[in-house]
């Protein structure tokens, strides 16, 4: 995911654009460039690196003017380099940055290059540039040589666009990729997130799929694909230029907990077009690696196994492939079979986890078809040293428990297990309709966060209690291993996970009245299952924590508290929907029992060592 940026106004934007940059570089490290409209010429500036570097660069060659685009990459196609740093130029007239994976961008380049069109980067977008200064010989305005740009391009895109010869103009394009324009007076400014405009303004305009924006010091105006005049909603912001810091929130952990709407939908920007994930969203060649999956093998640590763990249900019932998950440290030393044409993958939240990264080496080494890895930081040796890379964009997770880490890290997966499932033979329909709820995500999350209070009055009945059980039936038997996690990480409380079936197997044991079991109830086939199961709970007197389904008929009573989703929730969503009242309950828990809920003992947030 990278970071966008651009400002035209009657004042030097390059320091408006510098400070966007900083406040986007969570999106990708591994370049950063400017360039500034003058009437001789685009200016540019770029470098290898953090926008630090980009500082650097400026400062020794400054450079200044009123109209200007910014950019902060994370690689898709082409190496980190700076000849592959946005923006990118056609001649001196036109300049772009872009967001996004443009699919067909090979059969467009070919077509430059025997026009007469020279490369010199290896990215996509460089096409879209070359493209654009076509256009221009013959379209009476950039604005119409961009839509002409536009109607070519396959995939998924946010461009901004700026010309030499049209003073004070930006213009925009959005195809799956989120982008905003923030208003000023006398001045309007882009970013691909609204943090970056915080310092400058609080007045946004949201474009939606297909609208192309013409940018302004007077104003804005948006047409879509057709050119038809469409009008946006203008919102005013509620963030503060201090939105990245912890805010109001008490504690980082539970900012990052209400992050995660925002999240997730930045996992799943760019990654989704036309009702399907597309291929490119892993790599440029994902498509021809997937076709040839027999089988997958993922491999993780901590929170990012019990991912593995719900990612093993949504691939072998959607996909109809095999596949086994095991923690890191175990797996790198033992002998391993590897299946013929296995996809290994691994997922963490840092990239640099000791056990994660030396398993990642040994498979490698082992035969698998290719690898593959879920992961939050561009620039880390997980994603350099892996074949394909589907990044979960959480954006900087300061508390030590992961939550958005975690939920981003079921997004991402999800949307592996579709492409997978599309080249074994998912309907098309049957991918429009899964797509369709992952896109509901947000919201639903969202919901989940108005149960807060409810949740943390709960929580007082944990304040005096030393252990809990956890209990799940099929992909929920992941996610209250993940609660459990999350109860023992930040609150010392001993809690344990099992699969609903195994009480009667030992743990029913433990189970008396000072003895809380928490789990979580959808809607699913194995409901009724579940209730037998948590009978068994009762019947030894234990005391029931319930977050169930809106229309699963619990009754509430004596050493039962039941907490009622605010909506029902499909079993493609569960997981990641699930995950929230659990985070929150052991939030809560945690403040009562005053422990540090963001630096907890004796723990660090990435394990560089084994």
């Known amino acids: 995911m990278c970071g966008i940026v651009g400002a035209t106004g009657e004042r030097n934007v ?19 460039g400017v360039a500034i409209r003058h009437d001789d010429g685009i200016q540019r500036r770029r470098a290898m690196g953090k926008v630090a570097k980009l500082e650097a660069a400026i400062d020794a060659d400054p450079i200044e003017g009123r109209t200007g685009i910014a950019h902060t990459r994370w690689a898709t196609h082409g190496v980190p380099s700076e000849s592959n740093a946005h923006p990118h130029i056609s001649g001196s ?16 380049r070919a077509d430059l290059v025997e026009k007469g069109y020279v490369f010199t980067s290896e990215t996509d977008t460089e096409v879209i540039a070359h493209r654009i200064h076509m256009h221009l010989q013959s379209k009476d305005n950039l604005e119409q040589a961009v839509h002409k740009t536009v109607g070519e391009l396959e995939g998924a895109y946010a461009l901004v666009v700026m010309s030499k010869v049209e003073s004070g103009t930006l213009i925009l394009a959005r195809e799956g990729c989120p982008v905003v324009i923030g208003l000023g007076i006398g001045e309007n400014f882009v970013a691909s997130d609204v943090a970056a405009l915080l310092p400058v303004t609080r007045k946004f305009m949201f474009l939606e799929e297909g609208d192309i924006a013409v940018v302004t010091r007077e104003g804005v105006v948006v047409t879509d694909l057709a050119g038809t005049l469409v009008k946006r909603k203008v919102s005013e912001s509620e963030l503060s230029a201090d939105a990245v810091e ?10 990052e907990i209400y992050e995660q709407s925002r999240a997730v939908a930045e996992t799943l920007a760019e990654r989704i077009s036309d009702g399907k994930v597309l ?31 719900v990612a093993r249900y949504w691939i072998e019932e959607h996909c109809n492939v095999a596949c086994t998950v095991e923690i890191a440290s175990e797996y790198r030393y033992r002998r391993v079979v590897v299946p013929n044409n296995s996809l290994f993958i691994t997922i963490s939240q840092s990239g640099e986890t000791a056990d994660t990264l030396a398993a990642l080496r040994k498979a490698k080494e082992s035969g698998y078809i290719a690898t593959l890895a879920i992961c939050n930081v561009p620039e880390s040796s997980l994603v350099r040293e892996s074949e394909l890379v589907m990044m979960t964009r959480a954006g900087p997770e300061i508390g030590v428990a ?23 033979g998912m309907s098309a329909k049957r991918e429009r309709e899964l797509t369709g709820q992952l896109l509901e995500l947000p919201g639903l999350i969202d919901q989940m966060l108005t149960l807060d209070e409810d949740i943390e009055r709960m929580s007082g009945e944990f304040a005096e209690l030393h252990h809990a059980l956890f209990l799940g039936r099929g992909a929920q038997n992941p996610v209250a291993m993940e609660g459990a996690l999350k109860l023992k990480e930040i609150s010392y409380i001993h809690a ?11 743990p029913l044991a433990l189970v008396d009245e000072s003895m809380p079991i928490v789990t979580v109830a959808p809607n ?15 019947a030894r007197g234990g005391q029931l924590f319930v977050f169930a389904d809106p229309n699963v008929h619990f009754e509430e009573g004596d050493g039962i508290y039941l907490m009622r989703m605010p909506i029902h929730i499909e079993d493609f969503q569960a997981p990641i929907v699930y995950t ?9 828990v945690a403040v009562l029992k005053g422990t540090d809920v963001d630096q907890p003992r004796n723990l660090a947030k990435s394990v560089t060592v084994e």
């Open 14 to 32: 390059v320091p408006i654009l510098m400070e966007g940059l900083r406040r986007l570089e969570y999106r990708g490290y591994d370049s950063a």
């Open 93 to 108: 007239d036109i300049a772009v940055v872009h967001n996004g994976i443009i699919e067909n961008h090979e059969a467009l």
């Open 246 to 255: 912890r805010g109001h929130f008490r504690h980082y952990m539970l900012k």
């Open 279 to 309: 291929d490119a969203a892993l790599g440029p060649t994902a498509g021809d690696i997937l076709d040839k999956v027999q089988s997958v093998h993922i491999v993780a640590c901590g929170t990012s196994y019990h991912a593995g763990l």
């Open 402 to 424: 992961s939550t958005k880490a975690f939920t981003t890290q079921l997004a991402a997966l999800a949307m592996v297990a579709l492409v997978l499932a599309r080249h074994h």
């Open 496 to 506: 344990e996970a099992y699969p609903a079936g195994e009480l009667k197997h030992g």
């Open 524 to 538: 699913d086939d194995l409901l009724e299952k579940l209730k037998s199961n948590l009978q068994e709970v009762r």
């Open 580 to 588: 929230i009242p659990l985070q929150l309950l052991s939030y809560h």
